[in-house]
């Protein structure tokens, strides 16, 4: 197992990962947020390759203030195998590297067994409101969904 910088090459399996982690969502274009990360701080896009096949992903940002965990996902293949540990602990290395002093991240109140997962890794949680606007539609389902689209993805 290797974990790499993202390379183009992988966004179609990058993708098809978040897909079966059930990370995307109608109103979110997954392959226009790789393009967007590719764009901004790509050297924070990290992917785990096994065999020359993506096992995990997770994007990291820092903008100068916190340091930010997204898209964290590992193939069904290989949960329970300590390799999302290694993604967020590779994650937490790059941005400690940058001078970030705080990570944080999101997760969907109902996702219970990720919550527990990075409670294990150490994150707490605390009372914040979330709040976002969306500056750029993806695609129809956009401005179709019930669901407010500011909800990230951790």
Partial sequence: MKIRSFSETDAEAVVALW?????TRPWNDAGADVRRKQAMQPEMFF?????GRVAGVVMAGYDGHRGWIHYLAVSDDYRGTGLGRTLVEHAETALDALGCPKVQLQVRPDNTSVIEFYRHLG???????NMGKRLVVDGPAATQSTEPPAVATA
């Fill in 19 to 23: 897909t079966e982690a059930g990370l």
């Fill in 47 to 51: 992917v785990a390759e096994d065999d």
């Fill in 123 to 129: 994150y707490t949680t605390y009372e914040a409101i």
